[in-house]
């Protein structure tokens, strides 16, 4: 029997800013409690990711009793409420999803366009948010799914091939250990804690896993390394899976994580 356990829980609360390490994570319709609620737009509604502005993995976000705050060194930080009231729709879009989210204000405005050096506005998911995942399930500003999971051993496989295996640059939302790397492959369903999953996509990478998380500078080599050894079928580089969870729950660093190939336990 597998003795596969939960070592890494991440939250990002806006998303492609900085993440946050958990010791427990309450999991809900969305996935993981705030993660990716908010998102940073530009003027059109469109939504800015380390893609084309790298610095914003700079902008720390930190969940407070009462107020998600966001912080950037030498920059200050900035308070945003989380029981706002009165907060003007905006439509925004994510990829090929577009919808309504509610305005967050001038105040962080102004202070993300001093940061990132363009304009920019900080949206929140809308409460009758409806974007759901090709499985059915919903999904907040996330690329595609609500959990990325990714094992500890495919990250020392990537380090021991020259690349820079961090969670900070990949982004998982769980990390399993215990398990041989890139097993996450083969699992058709899971279980972390009280939450199972439904195994979605690999996951095909971008520029990001090649951006210092530190600084936003683009420092290459892991996807050099991932496309010399991690191709899907179309040529893209893959490191982890999506998948979509069935029920809420609750999911804690050091769970028992149950694997599932086919129906069988792995």
Excluded at 120 to 142: D, I, M, S
Excluded at 223 to 237: E, H, I, M, Q, S
């Amino acid at each position: 029997m597998s003795s596969y356990r939960v070592s890494g829980l991440f939250c990002y609360p806006v998303k492609s800013c900085a993440g946050i390490a958990l010791k427990r994570a309450r999991v809900d319709d969305f996935g993981i409690v705030h993660d990716r609620e908010w998102l940073i737009v530009d003027v059109d509604g469109k939504a800015l990711t380390q893609r084309i502005v790298p610095q914003l993995c700079r902008i720390q976000p930190s969940l407070e009793y009462d107020h998600l705050s966001l912080a950037v060194k030498r920059r200050g930080t900035v308070a945003v409420p989380f029981q706002a009231k009165g907060l003007a729709e905006r439509q925004v879009e994510v990829w090929s999803w577009s919808g309504p989210a509610l305005d967050e204000g001038d105040e962080v405005a102004h202070w993300l366009g001093k940061v990132l050096g363009r304009p920019a506005r900080l949206v929140r998911r809308h409460p009758q948010h409806y974007r759901r995942t090709p499985q059915g399930n919903f999904v907040g500003f996330a690329d595609a799914y609500p959990f990325l999971v990714v094992s500890q051993a495919s990250f020392d496989d990537l380090r021991q091939r020259g690349g820079a295996g961090t969670a900070e640059r990949f982004r998982p939302n769980v990390v399993v250990d215990g398990c041989a790397a890139f097993a996450e492959d083969l699992w058709s369903e899971m279980s972390a804690g009280a939450v199972p999953m439904r195994a979605a996509t690999a996951c095909s990478r971008c520029v990001i896993v090649d951006t210092d998380q530190r600084t936003g500078r683009r420092s290459p080599g892991n996807l050099a390394t991932l496309l010399a050894y991690r191709r899907n079928d179309a040529g893209k580089p893959i490191f982890g899976r999506n998948f979509c969870h069935e029920r809420g729950g609750e999911i804690m660093v050091n769970d028992r994580v149950i694997a599932y190939i086919n129906g069988r336990q792995a």
